[in-house]
Each structure stands twice: as structure tokens, then as C-alpha cells.
């Protein structure tokens, strides 16, 4: 049974995102000292950072918050397409976060394989051999793709112990990226999907009532949970009975 709470437009979808944020934040800093994340790129995550960045700016203790990135585009961290870009000028710019706890991915001067080898041992120095995020945020696409695990790509669809690869002949321009794989994704704590808007209906009825054979259905962390939140245009069609806010 999955987890869905539908909200009534993306705007309040973010600022349930917001809060479930800041509340497995808290309890993590209070528990272990530091709370650990992967951000997700996209229009719903710029949103949630607007109100993270605002209305929680000063909520919690972000020398605490330790920031990884669930994908990347492989252009340089200034390009427009990067996800850090959007996640600096809508977030990590704008919060008291300190530079060394924000880990993105290395795209300059590296080869795609060199560059997702270099963010695994990042990982590993980070959390030990086997990292476990308290949360990992992310979307899906039309096609049932998630973070850049994509159909029709097994180097990273395919079982592995990798817990980053590099992806070639993305479906979705720019073709080269570098995601995070489902050897890592799989030992989160907490797994938040953020789906918004038209055009992913049929993806949602594949994941969430069968046959999840799409890529983001994959997602079942072995020992966390997975929430969806839903605006109302995405649930459109869904028959799973559902938690409205």
C-alpha cells in the first residue's frame, strides 16, 4: 500500500513538501545531530526551496543540513540546466548553510564515469559503505522515470552495487547525466515524491496500481517509507483511496 496524501494545487503541494521537510529535519538533528538529503530537480522542488528559503529560513539549524543532489545534469554547476544551479539561487544562497556541507556533483575536467566514481567515494567518505539518506526527495516524468533512472537504460535500470552511474543518451536533453541508483536510493529513511501538474497520469496509474513496471515503481526503500504528494491535476484518475489536505 502506498502512501498518498493529494493536495489541492502545487503550490499547496510544496508547502506540505516544506513542512514534512522541516520536520524530518528537526527530529534527525535531534536524534543523530545532522540531517542528511537529496534534493531533486524540477519546477515543484523550486518551489519547495522558495518556501524553505522564507517561511523556514530561520526554523532550523542549517549548519546541521547536509545536502546532496539525487541527479545531475553533466554541464558545468553555472549552466542553467544544473540542478545545483536552481538549488544555490533558490535555496543553499539563501539559507545559513555552510559551503562544506553542500555536496554536488563534480562535472568539470571529468569524464561522466569519472565524475559519478568520484561522487560514490564522496558518499562513502560522507556516510561509510552504506549511506542511508533520512530523506531523499524526488519526481517522476510521462515516461515513469525518476531522478535519471530511465526506461530502456539498463546500466542503471539493471541490479548493481553501484550507488552512482552515469547515464547516456538521456531521452531528455542534455543526453549525459549522472544519477544516484537504486543501491542507494533503496536505503533511505524516507522517500518523498513530488508530482505536480498534467501529463503523468498514466504513469502514476502504472507505479501506484500496476503493473509498476516503471522505473520510479522500483523505488521500495528495505527499511524507510515512501510518501507521494499529489496536486489534484496529477491524481486525476487514480483510483487508490487517497489522504486529501
Known amino acids: 500500500m502506498h502512501d498518498i496524501v493529494v493536495l489541492k494545487d502545487n503550490q499547496e503541494l510544496a508547502a506540505e513538501a516544506a513542512r514534512q521537510f522541516v520536520a524530518l529535519a528537526k527530529a534527525a538533528i535531534d536524534t543523530t545531530g545532522k540531517f542528511t538529503v537529496a534534493l531533486s530537480g524540477g519546477s515543484t522542488p523550486q518551489k519547495l526551496h522558495t518556501l524553505l528559503a522564507n517561511q523556514y529560513k530561520h526554523s532550523l539549524d542549517w549548519s546541521k543540513v547536509f545536502v546532496f543532489f539525487g541527479d545531475e545534469r ?3 554547476p553555472f549552466e542553467p540546466e544544473s540542478n545545483y544551479l536552481m538549488a544555490d539561487e533558490t535555496l543553499l544562497s539563501l539559507v545559513d548553510i555552510p559551503e562544506e556541507n553542500i555536496f554536488p556533483f563534480a562535472t ?4 561522466p564515469e569519472e565524475a559519478a566514481e568520484l561522487y560514490e567515494k564522496e558518499l562513502k567518505k560522507f556516510f561509510g559503505e552504506r549511506p542511508s539518506f533520512d530523506l531523499i526527495l524526488l519526481g517522476i516524468g510521462p515516461d515513469g522515470h525518476t531522478a535519471s533512472l530511465f526506461p530502456g537504460h539498463p546500466e542503471v535500470l539493471n541490479p548493481s552495487d553501484a550507488f552512482v552511474r552515469a547515464v547516456y543518451d538521456s531521452p531528455k536533453a542534455p543526453p549525459i547525466r549522472l544519477t544516484l541508483t537504486y543501491a542507494l536510493i533503496n536505503q533511505a ?3 518523498i515524491f513530488l508530482v505536480g501538474g498534467q501529463g503523468k497520469t498514466e504513469a502514476l496509474k502504472n507505479i501506484l496500481e500496476g503493473p509498476a513496471d516503471l522505473p520510479a515503481a522500483k ?3 528495505e527499511n524507510g517509507e515512501v510518501l507521494w504528494l499529489l496536486d489534484r491535476e496529477a491524481a486525476k484518475g487514480l483510483s487508490l483511496p487517497a489522504e486529501g489536505v
Do not use: G, N, T
Open 74 to 76: 553533466f554541464v558545468a
Open 189 to 191: 529513511k524516507q522517500v
Open 219 to 221: 523505488v521500495r526503500p
Open 108 to 111: 568539470i575536467d571529468l569524464s
